[in-house]
């Protein structure tokens, strides 16, 4: 059997974190595990949802690889996690992270 990709999470727009983190909260059982002022993390039982800024990230779904650099040069998030940017063949936004804790 093959070994599959690990998705990381999946980042949602929002122009005010505070009001859809609350939605979220009301509407199902997850949990906060991120906030500050410019985005969250809110943990499911099997995905995580980030809620970003439409300023600061596009709305995109993150995959864990194993050596990211062979992907590109990535750059490196706030919490220390390495990423890279990219399109797939229909033009969706992906996200290719390094999480060695994950992985």
Request: charge should be neutral; include cysteine.
């Amino acid at each position: 059997m093959k070994i599959l990709n690990k998705i990381d999470h999946i980042a949602l727009q929002t122009t005010c974190l505070s009001s859809t983190i609350r939605w979220y909260e009301e509407n199902f059982f997850c949990e906060v595990i991120f906030r500050d002022k410019n985005w969250a993390l809110i943990r499911f039982e099997n995905i995580n949802i980030a809620l970003v800024r439409p300023c600061d990230h596009p709305p995109h779904i993150s995959f864990v690889v194993n050596n990211i650099n062979k992907y590109g040069i990535p750059g490196v998030h706030r919490d220390g996690v390495q990423f890279i940017y990219e399109k797939d063949n229909a033009g969706n936004v992906i996200e290719l992270i390094d999480r060695p804790s994950v992985n």
